[in-house]
């Protein structure tokens, strides 16, 4: 198995493979989506195979579907591709543990929350 290899730089500029992601994470009817405050542009499908401690921390911070919530997320990224509901996220999350969860969104993240 090829060992996965995480480059960050602060312009937002990813490679698969595994690290620590801070964003905007929505969840809602066919929405299950992950919003990199470093990359505005960029939309993640974000993919679990069972209900992970992310859904729970999801659950108890938003009032309502969709509700903007910041994480900090270790995990892994997927190359650049078609992924989620009709293919129409930048990448693929595959998240193993939270770091953070607030739903006070920090000022350094703001921009992610509107796109």
Request: glycine share 8%; net charge negative; hydrophobic share 35%.
């Amino acid at each position: 198995m090829a060992v996965l290899i995480y480059l960050f730089s602060s312009f937002g500029n990813y490679t698969e493979g595994e690290g620590e992601f801070s964003g905007i994470v929505s969840f809602g009817f066919e929405t299950q989506s992950f919003k990199p405050c470093d990359s505005p542009g960029e939309r993640w499908w974000i993919w679990f195979p069972n209900q992970s401690d992310l859904v729970e921390y999801y659950s108890s911070l938003a009032s309502r579907d969709f509700e903007p919530i910041y994480f900090e997320i270790e995990g892994i990224i997927t190359e650049s591709g078609n992924y989620g509901h009709l293919g129409s996220y930048n990448r693929e999350l595959r998240p193993f543990r939270v770091i953070a969860a607030n739903n006070i969104i920090p000022s350094k993240c703001e921009v992610s929350r509107e796109s």
